[in-house]
């Protein structure tokens, strides 16, 4: 029993942050039909930013937890800033073009920035100083769930709730919703839509940074890689869950996060991506718009 | 047009011929290795290594009264060039190689020097089969093979720790993999051990908790794991985290200063296996130096080892009095040579006696050598 549970906090720290990354994935093709394939980067850019202010703090004498929240904040800040300069520069001049042009542009856009990071920080790992202290409560429990993973699952479940409210009792989550479902339309009765979908872009890259500053506490280092993998991992749990939903890219995260770790404990973890991959490909066969995806008619 | 054609192929004729013609009564050395493309970092130091060494060679004297002289060929480490490369220097008339730098490409063009008759030493190539397969009497490295790393973690894990269960895992690399199926492999036939996990991390996962779960449940007293140190970093956090006691063992890829930062005190009590520390060897200090006044940075990768192999094939020309092959290779499997990766000579498959790897221990941040 200790040993599954083991498989299951561990597989739900996995998916919690798949699903944190996912977000952003759903949230932009469900608004503009675009995969922001340039997403993952957003998310390393928020851990390097993160590790450079809590190089910063931790010269200033900070300790822990409040380095985690400020270099936390700060990070979401820069993101933010890249996402929405992100989709200034690369996707708006597109909108209207055919659906690949910006498709390409987006992978351009992850090329870049990959390397802009190379270039500018590092190719080597750099270590990430660990953030999150061990609680005394947790020690009983530490070989099943660990403080890191209770503070990866409060922040991923808060952050949660928190787009949650925003999306269905803000007024700018009313307009989202209006934008995702007649962008046309949406502009007819007053949205501005390309504000709309700026901000979209500001919170999928917001919720990547708090996932990048998570993972990297969590696992000790970063490089400008991390976010190529992590992206491919939260694109898979976007489109497992039903791509353009969010609740679906949460699910999705979480499935493909324990996917991966029962694979590991129960076969063998040579078989981990097998499996997790072979699961996507049954998923789609029975359920091809993902497993809360509504199937969308094309709008003619 | 025809006359126009023919009047080229002479002229280009005529240079082969004065190329060659100019090439009299000097020893060759031929050198070759990936000196362009991606992976010329490990291919240049080896040459200058050579140049440096043909230099101090020449400015005394030669070898038997002859000038030493560089054929240089550039093989970009793949296989299909380094046939080429090979077929070249056995025609420019090479008396000895030194290379190639990458395995594939050494494997390549080792045939086609064995049926010239000309030895050849690789500073950098590790596959254990170039030398134990026996094929190739011709070839010599001043590099310990593949295998050689995992025979020394594995005699460590169970002759000096005595452990007993010992799980085995590896990134799914080449060297992390190779590393790992050669550890299995010895823990298997030494009969004292038993491998109680084999399997591949995903390298950049999120976390390996699912796999240090699983050592924990095997009750493994030692993990070997074969791969880099970003991999490393993660599997001795993520053993610390879940308060799994199993020792850690690895390899000369987790043997790197970012290890020690990354995993900080949770990379405490690890062994890792690595070159042997040479420094302390005046000769390998002297050839840094000579480097530096040179070239003004720090040599690269593999410099060490060419310049070992530079030496130990001139001196060998030297020793055996001509550059006839048998004599030559005798020389080299008899005559004991200083180099400043040691005091070497080669065993009869052509590895070099005395060069190999130490286990070191992380305590308190750094690498301490055991033995």
């Known amino acids: 029993m200790d040993y599954f549970l083991e498989l299951f906090f561990g597989g739900l720290t996995r998916g919690s942050i798949y699903a944190l990354i996912a977000l952003g994935y759903t949230m932009v093709y469900g608004i503009i039909q675009l995969i922001n394939f340039a997403h993952g980067e957003i998310y390393m850019i928020g851990a390097f930013v993160a590790l450079i202010v809590a190089g910063v703090l931790t010269i200033y004498g900070f300790s822990g937890i409040s380095i985690l929240v400020i270099a936390g904040i700060i990070a979401v800040i820069y993101a933010s800033a890249y996402g929405y300069t992100l989709e200034k520069i690369a996707y708006r001049p597109l909108r209207g073009a055919p659906r690949l042009s910006p498709l390409i542009s987006a992978i351009g856009m992850s090329i870049f920035l990959q390397n802009y990071v190379l270039l500018a920080q590092t190719p080597d790992f750099l270590p990430f100083p660990r953030l999150i202290p061990d609680f005394a409560f947790m020690e009983p429990v530490a070989h099943i769930i660990g403080s890191p993973e209770l503070v990866i699952l409060v922040v991923t479940i808060a952050t949660m709730v928190g787009l949650t409210v925003l ?8 307009a989202m919703r ?4 007649d962008m046309s339309m949406a502009r007819l009765v007053g949205v501005n839509v390309d504000r709309i979908i700026s901000l979209t872009f500001v919170i999928g890259s917001a919720l990547a940074a708090i996932g990048g500053v998570l993972v990297a506490s969590y696992m000790g280092q970063v490089n400008f890689y991390i976010g190529f993998l992590a992206g491919v991992k939260a694109f898979t749990a976007a489109v497992l869950g039903g791509i353009g939903s969010i609740p679906g890219a949460v699910l999705g995260g979480l499935v493909l996060g324990w996917t991966e770790s029962f694979a590991a404990g129960y076969v063998s973890s040579d078989y981990e991506d097998v499996l997790a991959f072979g699961l996507l490909v049954l998923i789609l066969i029975l359920r091809p718009s993902g497993i809360l995806g509504k199937a969308r008619k094309q709008k003619v | 047009m025809k006359k126009i054609s023919a ?9 082969v011929l004065t190329a060659s013609g100019f090439a009299a009564d000097t020893i060759k050395l031929g050198v070759a290795g990936p000196h362009s493309g991606d992976l010329a970092p490990y291919g240049i130091p080896a040459m200058k290594a050579a140049q440096l060494v043909v230099k101090k060679v020449n400015a005394s004297g030669g070898v038997l009264g002859k000038q030493v002289e560089l054929l240089i060929q550039d093989d970009q480490c793949k296989p299909e060039i380094a046939t080429n490369t090979a077929t070249k220097l056995v025609t420019e008339g090479a008396n000895v190689v030194l290379g190639h730098i990458c395995s594939g490409a050494t494997k390549a063009a080792l045939g086609i020097y064995k049926d010239a008759k000309i030895p050849v030493m690789s500073p950098s ?13 011709n070839f010599f490295r001043t590099i310990a093979s593949d ?3 995992a025979k020394m973690a594995v005699d460590f894990a169970i002759n000096d720790l005595g452990l007993k269960k010992i799980a085995v895992l590896h990134d799914k690399g080449d060297y992390g993999k190779g590393f790992a199926e050669f550890a299995k492999k010895f823990l298997e036939e030494s009969g004292k051990a038993e491998v109680v996990l084999f399997e ?3 390298p950049g996962a999120i976390n390996y908790d699912s796999i240090v779960g699983k050592i924990r449940r095997e009750n493994a007293e030692a993990l070997i794991f074969g791969g880099y140190h970003p991999e ?5 956090s993520s053993m610390k985290r879940k308060r799994v006691t199993a020792v850690f063992i690895s390899d000369d890829g987790v043997k790197d200063d970012s290890f020690l930062k990354v995993a900080g005190s949770a990379a405490e009590g690890a062994y890792v296996t690595g070159p042997r520390d040479l420094s302390s060897i005046p000769l390998n200090a002297a050839a840094t130096e000579e480097f530096k006044a040179e070239y003004g940075t720090d040599p690269g990768a593999f410099f060490q080892e060419g310049y070992s192999a530079a030496l130990a094939l001139l001196t060998a020309v030297e020793k055996a009095g001509s550059t006839d092959y048998d004599a030559v290779t005798k020389a080299l499997r008899s005559e004991y040579v200083e180099t400043p990766v040691g005091k070497i000579k080669f065993d009869g498959k052509g590895d070099a006696e005395g060069v190999g790897f130490s286990v070191y221990k992380v305590e308190n941040g750094a690498f301490t050598e055991l033995k």
């Open chain 1, 167 to 174: 999306i269905k009792y803000t007024r700018i989550g009313k």
């Open chain 2, 232 to 236: 490393a970093s993660k599997l001795v």
């Open chain 2, 147 to 149: 295998d050689m790393q």
């Open chain 1, 178 to 181: 209006a934008t995702q479902q």
């Open chain 2, 125 to 137: 190539a590790t596959n254990p089969p170039l030398t134990q397969s026996g094929d190739y009497p």
């Open chain 2, 7 to 15: 009047l080229f192929v002479a002229v280009a004729l005529s240079l």
């Open chain 2, 200 to 202: 591949g991390v995903t």
